[in-house]
């Protein structure tokens, strides 16, 4: 059965930087749509970046150029690079799989919670 476990969130402050990890079993991140979503308290889970098979990622306006995503494929993983974090990144970040389009997969990690705050 495939899963998905997310790691390195915390606490940063503005400006700073935090790398997010998401970990498959089970399913090949290097064959799949791998996306990072983020949702905060009373907000729609919404889509932060994405990263097809073919290498070619995309991003939410509000992290372009701040937020970098890529693939590990000997870790069977993928990397959210966050730099020049802001108050508004604070969310839970989900990692999913399978994705097509602005279509999130069936696969979700667990979450790990971003918090920036002074």
Same mark, same amino acid.
Request: charged fraction near 15%; hydrophobic fraction near 45%; proline fraction near 8%.
């Given at each position: 059965q495939a899963q998905l476990v997310e790691s390195g969130g915390g606490l940063v402050q503005p400006g700073g930087s935090l790398r997010l990890s998401c970990a498959g079993s089970g399913i090949l991140v290097r064959f799949s749509m791998m996306s990072w979503y983020r949702q $905060?308290?009373?907000?729609?889970?919404?889509?932060? $970046? $994405?990263?097809?098979s073919g290498g070619r990622t995309n991003y939410a306006d509000s992290v372009k150029g701040r937020f970098t995503i890529s693939r590990d494929n000997a870790k069977n993983t993928v990397i959210l690079q966050m730099n020049s974090l802001k108050f508004e990144d604070t969310a839970v970040y989900y990692c999913n799989a399978g994705g097509v389009g602005l279509v999130p997969g069936n696969y979700w990690g667990q979450g790990t919670q971003v918090t920036v705050s002074s």
């Open positions: $905060a308290p009373g907000n729609q889970r919404e889509l932060v $970046a $994405a990263i097809t």
